[in-house]
């Protein structure tokens, strides 16, 4: 997660399965967010994950309708399919991600 995607062109891709994890440099909340979002990279490697600045990308972040952050969006061809402002847990997380992920 070091490198931050051009997040638009990503996003223009409406086939798009992933996540796209909202954040600001400043939140503090924002750092404990990015923390599990580590471990869930490593424990679902397949899963692709973007990181995308709301600073940077004030009009994306209003057009996906982000009401704070952090904000984990888990996409799923092009559409997003869920949005995560609470980061409970690891394994919070990962269920969620695999249940939006793996349905129908």
């Keep these: 997660m070091n490198n931050e995607t051009h997040v638009e062109i990503l996003l223009d891709l409406h086939q798009y399965n992933g996540l796209v994890y909202a954040y600001t440099p400043m939140c503090g909340t924002c750092a404990v967010a990015s923390k599990m979002l580590t471990?869930?990279?490593?424990?679902?490697?397949?899963?692709?994950?973007?990181?995308?600045?709301?600073?940077?990308?004030?009009?994306?972040?209003?057009?996906?309708?982000?009401?704070?952050?952090?904000c984990?969006?888990?996409?799923?061809?092009?559409?997003?399919?869920?949005?995560i402002y609470a980061f409970q847990s690891v394994p919070f997380l990962y269920e969620?991600?695999?249940q939006v992920m793996n349905s129908g």
């Design 39 to 70: 471990v869930i990279e490593e424990l679902m490697p397949n899963i692709h994950l973007v990181k995308m600045n709301v600073n940077f990308n004030r009009a994306l972040a209003e057009e996906l309708l982000i009401e704070s952050v952090p």
């Design 72 to 83: 984990l969006l888990i996409f799923k061809e092009g559409i997003v399919k869920h949005k």
């Design 96 to 98: 969620k991600i695999n």
